[in-house]
């Protein structure tokens, strides 16, 4: 059974950092893309970034380039999202999700297997 857990979440003031886990368990996923997601408050989700598992190709939203980095660890089968100099609106639930599609894509659609999100709060 596939299982992503995320970790990492918390409050943070204004310009800190925080660093998201995604531990992924159940199966290989060397050919999937993984996704950071988040939502806020009467918000819908949105991709934050994502990585391609077996090629490292990453992608991110304008709202995290230059500060937020996507990872993976192979041995330990676990994503990272960096996130530096964090703002007031970052604040949102974080979700790993893992896609099996042949091509990386930033449709939340084509995620076939979600964690149950990890909460960030920045404060000003």
């Known amino acids: 059974q596939v299982q992503l857990l995320e970790s990492g979440g918390g409050l943070v003031q204004a310009g800190g950092s925080l660093r998201l886990s995604c531990a992924a368990s159940?199966?290989?996923?060397?050919?999937?893309?993984m996704g950071w997601f988040r939502q806020a408050p009467g918000k819908e989700r949105d991709i934050v970034a994502r990585?391609?598992?077996?090629?490292?190709?990453?992608y991110y939203a304008d709202s995290a380039k230059g500060r937020f980095t996507i990872s993976r660890d192979n041995a330990k089968n676990t994503v990272y999202l960096q996130m530096n100099s964090l703002k007031p609106e970052d604040t949102a639930v974080y979700y790993c999700?893992?896609?099996?599609?042949?091509?990386?894509?930033?449709?939340?659609?084509?995620?076939?297997?979600w964690g149950p999100g990890t909460q960030v709060t920045v404060s000003s």
């Open positions: 990585i391609r598992w077996s090629t490292g190709s990453t």
């Open positions: 999700a893992a896609s099996s599609t042949a091509y990386s894509s930033n449709y939340q659609g084509t995620y076939n297997y």
């Open positions: 159940g199966r290989t996923f060397g050919s999937y893309t």
